[in-house]
Structure formats: structure tokens, C-alpha cells
């Protein structure tokens, strides 16, 4: 839907600018930019194009506005008043996916293909008629990444201009050229670019710039003839961060005027049409309220000046996208932002008083507003005044749910604020949490933050795991995941405010979010309550570390560990903290409770027996487990490495109640993937060399020893009643007496074995590499059925469950596949996208699935009908565990998540 808006705000603001201009005696008064506005917006779903061709899905000019879209149409538009002229057509089926679209005079390029074909269809097009003008085929190398010190062009590999078009034709040296006229494109001139230089190039309307650092260590900015691919003008930059083994860093932005940004290592230019230089950054940074305004440079964070004179433009701070220009006479940039936020929007192009902006799924038309200056165009005319102190939006009683003796250390921000935009509250003590608070943007009024907020939370949704049982339109709290580990934040607005709240600590931000909401509202929206959580029959505990073990459920307790080294006991009914203890290192590897006690490895070499009910240690000891640990019989084994790198292992059986050691086996040549021993009277044990090894439990003694696959493969366990499932990564299958190791059967099948075999219900269902689930006689060893998925999805993992006479089988297509266990007839199958999936499993009549996306689906056996789906925020790391009519689960967001059966 197109939507336009009006402009009598602008009409009544000239009207009184001119009415008080009348009067003789009256000063002069000037108008200034003071405000982009929307004039109109239209849907925009084709992106805004991906490597490695660079090019743009969308095009401007002062005549029309060119959209390509999904369907391989191209939607011309009017650029004042967005109204539709006309669609190109995608051309007979099957259309090739448009890859880029350019107006360049009175003529439309289109340019169809796919990324990882060489070849594409290059196309002029009559922009006023729709005409075909002239179709070629265009060869375009694939990108593939250059190789450590080559030399590479970086840049749009087709460039239109008024005056011809520019395509390269390689990546990569040599860098071949190739000229075309824009009426009947045909090549004009081929050339190929001097060796031994990296290249940057942007085009504008009537040249295209090519950036250079050349093996001379020179660095030059240069325009070129788009019609003879002949040099005009060029001029050599310094840069002062010239790294040893290379060039340094380089980036080209050009608009349609001709003016030019060069950013060169720690250093940025500015050049104008003619080649003169315009400004350096220190200079052109001293942005001052703009007087007068040439068409957009770019668009993204407010530019600032570094002391080593770099031009920051993605520094993240204030909230909102701005569209900076040049000014011609000055050489210095003037910038006023938008109503969308700097991460998620980009720059199509701009016209006179019109700049076409992409973002939030749309194309936005907007004009440039001229008034009386009433404030800091820095701040959208907002008073300096009007921001609030960020130290002052909470209090010590606030931080005391955290510890007592938080102090708060304001910012050193914009001077121009007489009040700190930023704060940080300092825990008591080193193993606190530091708290974040910044104040993201005021705006001139409430629905104009509440826009504001809306486009940044839908951006943190598509990049960052959310916590979903808190999100409301004024509130969202999520996770990122940074080199330290995963951080908590929460984005929140109230009246005009926007203000983010960030810590290391996710249990932090979670206490502190709410306290931070009531008190915006109480400041600017006084006897407003916030709306009360939504109440779900189970909770959401958040960690510090993306959860890698299941969740362990056990005398109304849950017992989980997260990758930041921490142990913690929940509340089963309420998901209340009853206590929780750090490792001191990341958890990894499944834990076990027994006996009262909780056993726990990190992947720092520890090994902690914590009491159940308090968390207090009862032992520790240095140990490098390679694995997850299984308790039997009052003892724990674990796979062990010494030292940690070791290709070697060793199985280990400890005392539980001491960590004594009782017995250590090695089985022969390496164990790259232990896999989880089976426990028991016998211990059993596979390996990577095609062995399976019975142990006896209280010496460690060998019992027996079976050869079920090669000397390099691995082998994996399974055991039903007195039987063990031995399956090699040859595809040998065998079941063994688990007292004597007697082969009752052996059997091979046609693929790969990758998976844990899973035996019931009279078989034994195995898990190809290739996506294909095998389902053999328990008693015979007999083949009884295969049922085969395509597809060639990354980090693919078969996993089953059986039940009902069905079994459930994920597949290689990212699907489960409900398949009778007589006879692998498929039932029904469903979608499980991208990603890994956590499950399945089989359930109180239920069958239980977490998707790649991270929604946990609860399924009918029988059809597959959905009875209820809850997204998590965040990939789920865990198999689903039932217990009590819940399902516990853990997952990458560092969420240990309880939900209704």
C-alpha cells in the first residue's frame, strides 16, 4: 500500500515565516533545513542487493523511480508523488531474478541472473515507454574470497552512468573493462586496469571513481571516462594507517552530483565534481545546523570527527539513521535524521530536495523541509534541555535488587548535552555486574519515538535472540551474543524517551527492565501502569551462556548449566533461583544428578560434586572430561583427556561420594568423539577405531572385546535389555550379548552410520550421513525397510523416536518424517526450516520438536497437526525434556525455558 502525506504543516510554517517578514522594519529572517518527511512509501521486498555483484535493486533519478521486486517485475514509480506508472514485466517463465536495476538519462538497465552463475542478461529499457532498447549477455565472474595478499577490486561490478556503462568483469587481477553505450549497448572499449593494485570504485551521473593503493604504496582517488574508460582527473591521498603487509583499508562513496568521500586508513577526503578538494574530515566534521544542502553523501550514525581524524559514521549513537550531505561552499557535512534507526537502513539515491531511503521492508520518499531554526539539528530540533539525565532514570534502591553499593559514573558525552545521555552503574564488588544505561534519542513527540522504537525492536528481532514473554509496543529485552559471552539488553520508550538498558549479567537486566519502565513512565507519562506479563503456564530463566546440557529434572527441582560455567537450581513450579554456583569455567557436557548430588565438569578441568539442596561443593577435583558424564550405581564415568588436547582418552570411573578415582581404562589409538558410555553391571564402551569394549563395572577389567567396523571408524552404542547395538561409520551393524559380547547377528547396510542407533518396539532404527533412516529386525538383523530425504543442509543430525507404531525421523530436507515402523510408509512430515532441530521426542501422547528457528512445536502422533507452538527467542540447544506435564528446554540465547505439555 502506497501512503502519502500531506504538506500543510510546511505551508503554515511559510505563511508565518513570510507574514513576519512583511514589516520593513523587521530583521530578515532566512530559512534553513530543518526536517526530512515523509512524502511517500511503497513496499520494497527484493533487499538491497547481495555480493558478489553489489549492484542495487533500486534506482533514482529526477524522472522516474525503479523498483525491482521478488516476482522479477519492475515497478517504475513517480519520484514526487510515488504513484505507480507502469511494471516491466518479468518475461516468459522462468523468469531470471532481477540483480540489479539503473535510470541513467532518459534509459532503464536491468540486469537478470543468479549469483553463482557467471553470465547475465544485461537489458535497456526506454524509461518513458518501457521499450525494449538492446539485450546482451554480460560475463561476470563469481565471487569467491581472495586469497591472502591478492590484490582484489571491490566495488559494483557494473556502474551506470548518462555517459555510458562500465562493467568489470573479474574480481580479481587481471581486472578486465568493458565499456557499453546506454541506447544500444554495444561495447564501446575494452581495457584492462594496471597490475598490482586493490581497487574501490563508485559511480556518479556522468563518471565513474575508481580508489587505488598500488604496489608503489600510493594511494589515489581518480575519475574515468564511462564512455573511453580513459583517466580525467586524479589526485594522490596520504593515509597514516598503512599496514605492513598490505593496503590500508579503503572505502568510495560518490552521489549523483559528483562529490566523493574517500575513506583511506585512519583518514577520510572529500572531493568535489571537479576533483577540487572539499574538506578533510577534521574539517568537514564541525557540523554545524546546515544552511544550505546538495543531494545525500550518505546516510547512517551521526558523523564525528576522531581525534586521530577519522570519520566515524557507524558509531551507534544517538538512535536514528542521518542523512548527511556536503556543503559545497564550506566543505563541511550537515546531517539531520530520520525516523528510522541508523543500523537498518540505506541510501538508494536522492534528487534536489528528495532522498530515497530502504528500510524497515519499504522504500521511503523524503523531502527536505525548510523553517526558522529552533534547536540542534543533531537532535531533530529537540532542545538540548529536553534530554534527561541518564544516571538519574534510576536509582540506588533500584541497583539494591542486584547488591547494595552500586555507584553510578556518568558518560562523557555530546558536550552539547548539559546532561550525561549515558551511565554506568559500578558494582560493590569485582564479581558484579557492571549496568549500561543510555538514552538512545528524544524525539518531538511521543508517537514519533513510539515509530522510532518500533523499527529499531524489528531490527533487533532479526539479528538478536529476543526474550518473547516480555515483549510489549514500548518494551523488548533481548541477547547478543559478543566475544565474551552473551549480553542482556532491553530497548524501552516512554512519552518521547527512548533508552536502552545493557549488562554482561541477562539475570540483571531482567531484574532491573521493569524498574526502568516505571520510572520512565511515572517521569513522563504520570498514572500510566505498565501491562501486566502475560501468564503462561510455565516461566523462562535467563543465563549468561548459551545452554548446552538437558536440563535435568529431579524432586521438584531443575538443574541446568550454561556455558558461562554456571550451575543453577530452579524452582520446577515457579522458575525461582533456589541456588547457583559458578565452575569457574564453560559447561559444555550433560551433568548428572544422583543421590542427593550434583555432578558437574567444565571445560576448564574441573570436576564439582555440589549438594543438591544447597549447591555447597562437596568435592572437586582437576580432571579434563572430554564428554558427558553418566552415573550408575553410586559411580560417575566420564570420558577423560591428559592432557586436554590429547588425541588419547581414557574412561574413568570415580566414587561418587568422593571423586575418588576407581579404575581408568584406555581403549586402542584415538577417540576424537567420545560418545556417552552405557552403564551399568557391564560397562560398555565404542571408540573411533571400530572396537566395542565390555568393562566390568567395579574393577574396570576387560570382560570382552568385539570387532564391529574398520581400524578408522567409529563406533556407536545402543542398548535394549541384554543387548548391545554396536553401528560403525561402515555401515556394519551388529547385536551383541551384553555379558559375553556373542554376536547374534551381524548385518551391514548401503551408507554411512553418523548417529546413535535407536532400538524399540522389535528394531533398530539407524541414521545415514546421507539422510537416509534404515530400519533393521532386532531379533535377525534383518533390513525391513529405508526411507531416503535429499537435500544438503549444513550440520545435518539425524535424530528419532518411536512410538504408536510410528517412528519419527528428522531428515536431510529439514523436515520430520512420521514413518510406520512396519513398514517406512511416510505418514506425514513437517517443516522444520534452517537450522539445527532439538528432538524429536515422544511424549505423554504428544510428540516434541524445536525447529531451526527456535520454536518448539507439540505435535499430534498421529497427524502431525500442530497443537501448540511457542518460540523460544533463540536456536534451542537441548533435546526436549519432558517431566510433570512440562518440557524443559535450554537454549542458545542462554534461556532454560519450562512449558506447558
Known amino acids: 500500500m502506497l501512503t502519502v502525506f500531506g504538506r500543510r504543516a510546511g505551508a503554515i510554517l511559510l505563511v508565518v515565516v513570510l507574514a513576519a517578514c512583511s514589516s520593513a522594519d523587521a530583521p530578515r529572517l532566512s530559512l534553513v533545513p530543518v526536517e526530512w518527511r515523509v512524502a511517500w512509501s511503497a513496499p520494497a521486498d527484493a533487499g538491497t542487493g547481495e555480493p558478489p555483484f553489489e549492484t542495487p535493486r533500486y534506482a533514482v533519478s529526477d524522472r522516474a523511480v525503479a523498483m525491482a521486486t521478488r516476482q522479477g517485475t519492475v515497478r517504475i514509480h513517480d519520484p514526487r508523488t510515488g504513484e505507480l506508472r507502469r511494471t516491466v514485466p518479468a518475461g516468459p517463465a522462468p523468469a531470471a531474478p532481477v540483480t540489479g536495476v539503473w535510470i541513467a538519462a532518459d534509459t532503464l538497465v536491468v540486469s537478470r541472473g543468479t549469483p553463482d552463475v557467471a553470465a547475465h542478461a544485461l537489458i535497456g529499457l526506454d524509461l518513458a515507454t518501457g521499450a525494449t532498447l538492446w539485450r546482451r549477455t554480460i560475463a561476470v565472474s563469481t565471487h569467491r574470497p581472495p586469497a591472502i595478499g591478492a590484490v582484489v577490486y571491490r566495488g559494483p561490478r557494473i556502474m551506470v552512468t548518462e555517459r555510458g556503462i562500465v562493467v568489470f568483469e573479474r574480481p580479481a587481477e587481471p581486472f578486465d573493462l568493458q565499456a557499453l553505450d546506454l541506447r544500444t549497448g554495444a561495447t564501446t572499449v575494452r581495457a584492462t586496469y594496471p597490475r598490482g593494485c586493490d581497487l574501490q570504485g563508485a559511480a556518479t551521473a556522468r563518471s565513474v571513481m575508481l580508489l587505488s593503493y598500488c604496489a608503489s604504496s600510493q594511494v589515489r582517488l581518480a575519475s574515468m571516462d564511462p564512455r573511453t574508460l580513459r583517466p580525467g582527473w586524479a589526485r594522490l591521498l596520504s593515509s597514516l594507517a598503512s599496514p605492513p603487509d598490505g593496503g590500508p583499508p579503503m572505502t568510495l562513496t560518490a552521489n549523483a552530483e559528483g562529490y566523493v568521500h574517500a575513506s583511506v586508513g585512519e583518514e577520510d577526503f572529500f572531493y568535489g565534481p571537479d576533483g577540487r578538494p572539499a574538506s578533510t574530515a577534521s574539517e568537514a566534521a564541525r557540523v554545524m545546523n546546515p ?23 557507524h558509531n551507534g549513537w544517538p538512535l536514528p539513521a542521518y542523512l548527511t550531505s556536503l556543503d559545497p561552499a564550506t566543505g563541511r557535512l550537515g546531517a539531520l535524521p530520520l525516523d528510522l534507526p541508523a543500523r537498518s537502513v540505506s541510501l538508494v539515491g536522492a534528487i534536489r530536495d528528495l532522498a530515497f531511503v530502504y528500510g524497515d521492508g519499504r522504500l521511503s520518499a523524503y523531502k527536505l523541509s525548510y523553517g526558522l531554526s529552533h534547536g540542534s539539528a543533531r537532535f531533530g530540533g529537540v532542545p538540548a534541555s529536553a534530554w534527561p539525565d541518564a544516571c538519574a532514570l534510576l536509582a540506588g534502591r533500584d541497583l539494591s535488587v542486584l547488591a547494595d553499593g552500586y555507584r553510578a559514573v556518568p558518560g562523557q558525552d555530546d558536550p552539547a548535552l548539559p ?6 552503574w559500578i558494582p560493590p564488588t569485582d564479581d558484579g555486574a557492571v549496568v549500561s544505561l543510555s538514552v538512545e534519542w528524544v524525539s518531538p513527540s511521543s508517537a514519533a519515538a513510539r515509530k522510532l522504537f518500533t523499527a529499531e525492536a524489528d531490527a533487533v528481532k532479526g539479528a538478536d535472540a529476543v526474550d518473547l514473554t516480555t515483549q510489549r509496543p514500548d518494551f523488548l529485552s533481548y541477547t547478543v551474543a559478543r566475544t565474551n559471552g552473551l549480553h542482556g539488553a532491553t530497548i524501552v520508550t516512554a512519552g518521547p524517551v527512548i533508552v536502552r538498558l545493557s549488562s554482561t549479567s541477562r539475570q540483571a537486566v531482567r531484574l532491573l527492565s521493569p524498574l526502568l519502565r516505571d520510572n520512565l513512565l511515572a517521569r513522563y507519562r504520570p498514572g500510566a501502569r505498565a501491562p501486566g506479563p502475560v501468564r503462561e503456564r510455565g516461566w523462562i530463566h535467563p543465563t549468561d551462556g548459551a545452554v548446552h546440557a538437558e536440563p535435568v529434572v529431579a524432586g521438584g527441582v531443575v538443574y541446568a548449566t550454561s556455558g558461562d560455567g554456571t550451575v543453577s537450581a530452579l524452582d520446577a513450579a515457579t522458575g525461582g533461583l533456589r541456588w547457583s554456583f559458578r565452575t569457574g569455567g564453560p559447561v559444555q557436557f550433560d551433568h548428572v544428578v544422583m543421590d542427593g548430588t550434583v555432578f558437574v565438569a567444565n571445560t576448564s578441568g574441573r570436576l564439582t560434586a555440589l549438594d543438591a539442596a544447597t549447591g555447597r561443593p562437596r568435592w572437586s577435583r582437576r580432571l579434563n572430561v572430554a564428554g558427558d558424564l553418566v552415573g550408575a550405581a553410586g559411580r560417575l564415568y566420564a570420558w577423560t583427556r591428559s592432557p586436554a588436547w590429547s588425541a588419547n582418552a581414557d574412561v574413568v570411573a570415580l566414587d561418587a561420594a568422593s571423586g575418588r578415582r576407581a579404575w581408568a581404562f584406555r581403549p586402542e589409538g584415538d577417540v576424537l568423539n567420545p560418545d556417552p558410555v552405557l552403564a551399568g553391571d557391564v560397562v560398555h564402551v565404542g571408540g573411533d577405531h571400530g572396537m566395542v569394549y565390555a568393562l566390568a563395572a567395579a574393577s574396570g577389567a576387560r570382560k570382552w572385546r568385539f570387532r564391529a567396523g574398520g581400524a578408522r571408524d567409529h563406533t556407536y552404542l545402543a542398548r535394549a535389555g541384554g543387548v548391545v547395538y554396536a553401528a560403525s561409520t561402515d555401515g556394519e551393524v551388529h ?60 550440520g545435518y543430525r539425524w535424530d528419532a523416536a518411536v512410538a504408536s507404531g510410528l517412528v519419527y525421523a528428522t531428515g536431510a530436507d529439514s523436515m520430520l518424517h512420521a514413518l510406520d515402523a512396519a513398514t517406512g510408509a511416510s505418514r506425514w512430515s513437517f517443516p522444520l526450516g534452517k537450522g539445527r532441530p532439538a528432538g524429536p521426542v515422544a511424549a ?8 531451526g528457528a527456535g ?12 497443537r501448540r507452538s511457542f518460540p523460544t527467542g533463540g536456536p534451542i540447544e537441548t533435546r526436549p525434556v519432558v517431566a510433570g506435564g512440562f518440557v524443559y528446554v535450554g537454549g542458545s540465547n542462554g534461556d532454560i525455558s519450562k512449558l506447558s505439555e
Open 291 to 313: 544552511t544550505r544542502w546538495s543531494t545525500p553523501l550518505f546516510v547512517g550514525s551521526y558523523p564525528v570527527a576522531a581525534d586521530n581524524g577519522a570519520l566515524f559514521l
Open 419 to 424: 546532561k550525561p545521555a549515558t551511565c554506568d
Open 735 to 794: 547385536a551383541l550379548e551384553a555379558a559375553s559380547g556373542k554376536a547374534r547377528w551381524s548385518s551391514e547396510i548401503a551408507g554411512s552410520v553418523d548417529f546413535r542407533p535407536v532400538a524399540a518396539g522389535g528394531a533398530v532404527y539407524l541414521g545415514g550421513r546421507d539422510g537416509t533412516t534404515y530400519a533393521l529386525d532386532a531379533a535377525s538383523g534383518t533390513r525391513l525397510w529405508r526411507f531416503r530425504t535429499e537435500g544438503d543442509k549444513p
Open 844 to 851: 505423554g501422547g504428544t510428540i516434541h520438536i524445536g525447529d
Open 855 to 866: 520454536t518448539l512445536h507439540a505435535l499430534d502422533p498421529a497427524t502431525g497437526t500442530v
